[in-house]
C-alpha cells in the first residue's frame, strides 16, 4: 500500500470538489482532509474510507478514534 500526504491551500471551490472525487472513489483506502474553520482550533476534519479515523468531539476539542475491529 502506498501512502500520499498531500499539503497546499486551494480555493474553496477546488478543495469542495477534491473532495467530492477522495470520497466517492477511495475505495478500501482511507482519506482526511482538514480544512480551516471558524471553531477554537480552527480547523475541521472530514474523513473517509473503509478503515478510517473519525473525528469525535471532546467538549470542544477535536479527537481521532479509530473503530475497534
Known sequence: ???GVFVGNPSRRIRDRL???LATRIGDGQVIL??????EQGWSVLTAGRDRWRPIDFDGLI???RNRH
Open 34 to 39: 482538514v480544512t480551516p474553520a471558524a471553531n
Open 19 to 21: 473532495w467530492e472525487l
Open 1 to 3: 500500500m502506498l501512502a
Open 63 to 65: 479527537l481521532s478514534a
